[in-house]
């Protein structure tokens, strides 16, 4: 086999460590060719569908993305294989490869490459036009006034695998006696650091093992708490958890991290891994607006943001911009934080609930309100200013980025202008899981 060829036939395959890796999903919503998926298990890389185009690396909170292997082109890790990993294979040797049929002589150069987008490109859509991708939108740039976000202080690659923390309250945040069971947690950390920002996520490690005999991986929680704490000047925390009862497909299981938190008494003890987030972070300069659309547990970083601007504004200091929330529920029982959200000034928050199962009432979802709501949205969207949260299911992800495109093309904005300039300028985040 002639040098040129072999080289060709080798290809450093994109990798994802298994072992490091928080399940974070942020890996997964930047890839602007959806190369990214997972299972309940692990985030995997389509070897068939990654260009190297490199969005995902520096946004992964962990580097857990960050991992390359020489592979032959023909051969690569399957996604079958990459779902079975508790850690990742030690690069194959050269004698290895040659026994695959390649040599290490080199691996694909960009150009080589092209071939396989394009390849991607015409797959993924025979009729040739390209398919909206909500993903391409999602900033991976936090607002230029956020703060300073602290992260991974304590997981895998930290001193401290995790903290302990205290819990110090657990209230039932949906009416009692409906099946959609959401908890108020708060967390406390008594002397040991853990500054967070709203927006940021901590990982949560239930105790026992998985069925493999291997102890449970973290899982994810926004925080609902404001950075000075869910009591303020004291080194606690607040989360949202729903109850997982049944999976996405409505197959009834047990959730393993959301059913123990929601358990939980207090006094009991948790380990805590993160913070995580870099970019989901809210702007802190004065006359900033925040458009807030959420579903459900994707309230928590919403409230987080809004009550710290509450309390800039009690202390009156501080001159904020608009508040904007759309909020998502089946019902006006399954809504966190129903009650306390009515209760919040209307020249402090614009909000819009949208109810998909109320009794003798049409459908509404989140979308609907924001094209309602078109002619407030569109000076919004205008004004650098304005920064845009989107967190809840992912199924909410791409009706959300239609309907701000359509609100903005009603206005005869250029969607393929601002769109990008969203994400550009850190004012669009997209946090669905
Ligand atoms: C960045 C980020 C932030 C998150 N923030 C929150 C939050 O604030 N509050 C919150 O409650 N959750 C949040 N989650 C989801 C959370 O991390 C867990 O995935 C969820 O609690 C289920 O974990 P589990 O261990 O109970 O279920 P598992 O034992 O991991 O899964 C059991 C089954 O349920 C399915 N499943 C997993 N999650 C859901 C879900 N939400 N709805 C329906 N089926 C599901 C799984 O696919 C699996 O089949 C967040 C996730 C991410 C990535
Ligand atoms: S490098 Fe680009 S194409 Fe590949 S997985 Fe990351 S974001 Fe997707
Ligand atoms: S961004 Fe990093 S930590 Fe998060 S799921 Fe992807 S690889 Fe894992």
Same mark, same amino acid.
Request: proline residues 8%; glycine residues 8%.
């Given at each position: ?11 450093? =395959? ?27 298990? *692990? ?38 294989? @990459? ?12 004698? =290895? ?18 071939? @396989?987008?394009? !390849? ?31 992260? *991974?202080? %304590? ?64 899982? @994810? ?9 869910? #009591?303020?000047?004291? *080194? ?75 309390? !800039?504004? $009690? ?14 529920? #089946?019902? $006006?029982?399954?809504?966190? %934080? ?25 459908? #509404?979802?989140? =979308? ?13 969207? $205008?004004?650098? *200013? ?34 990008? #300039? ?10 669905? %899981?």
């Amino acid at each position: 086999m002639s040098e040129t060829a072999t080289a060709a036939a080798i290809v450093k =395959q994109h990798l994802i460590d298994p072992e490091i890796c928080i399940r974070c999903n942020t890996c997964e919503s930047i890839c602007p060719v959806q190369a990214i998926t997972h299972d309940s298990r *692990n985030y995997v890389v389509d070897a068939g569908k990654c260009n190297f185009c490199m969005d995902c690396i520096s946004p992964c909170p962990t580097g857990s993305i960050d991992n390359w292997r020489t592979m032959p082109k023909a051969q690569p890790y399957t996604l079958e294989e @990459q779902y079975s990993w508790d850690d990742l294979p030690v690069e194959k040797t050269p004698d =290895q490869l040659a026994a695959m049929g390649v040599a290490d002589g080199g691996t694909d150069t960009a150009e080589d490459l092209v071939p @396989q987008a394009e !390849l991607v490109a015409s797959t993924a859509d025979p009729t040739g036009e390209t398919p909206f991708n909500s993903a391409a939108y999602n900033a991976s740039i936090p607002p230029w006034s956020a703060a300073h976000a602290y992260t *991974n202080l %304590y997981g895998p690659k930290a001193a401290d695998r995790f903290v302990t923390a205290t819990v110090v309250g657990n209230v039932r945040v949906t009416e009692v006696g409906k099946e959609y069971d959401t908890h108020h947690l708060m967390l406390d950390f008594g002397s040991m650091p853990f500054p967070v920002l709203e927006g940021q996520s901590i990982g949560i490690i239930p105790p026992g093992v998985d069925e493999r005999g291997k102890p449970h991986h973290p899982r @994810q929680y926004s925080i609902a708490s404001p950075r000075n704490g869910e #009591r303020p000047g004291y *080194n606690n925390l607040s989360l949202t958890i729903k109850r997982v009862l049944e999976d996405h497909d409505g197959k009834p299981v047990r959730g393993v991290a959301s059913n123990y938190m929601c358990d939980l008494k207090v006094g009991d003890k948790v380990q805590v891994t993160g913070p995580f987030g870099t970019s989901f972070l809210m702007p802190n300069h004065p006359k900033s607006h925040i458009v807030m659309i959420c579903t459900g547990t994707g309230s928590a970083p919403m409230r987080a943001m809004t009550e710290w601007r509450r309390r !800039l504004r $009690k202390s009156g200091k501080f001159e904020g911009g608009k508040l904007m929330l759309f909020f998502g529920a #089946r019902t $006006k029982e399954e809504l966190p %934080y129903f009650g306390p959200l009515q209760g919040l000034p209307k020249d402090f928050i614009d909000i819009n609930f949208a109810f998909s199962r109320t009794q003798g009432q049409p459908k #509404r979802y989140v =979308q609907d309100l924001m094209r309602e709501r078109s002619a407030d949205l569109v000076p919004l969207l $205008k004004d650098p *200013n304005t920064f845009i949260y989107v967190c809840g299911l992912k199924s909410m992800e791409e009706g959300v980025v239609l309907a701000l495109r359509d609100v903005a093309e009603g206005a005869d904005l250029d969607w393929d202008e601002i769109g990008p #300039r969203l994400k550009k300028e850190g004012r669009l985040h997209l946090e669905t %899981y």
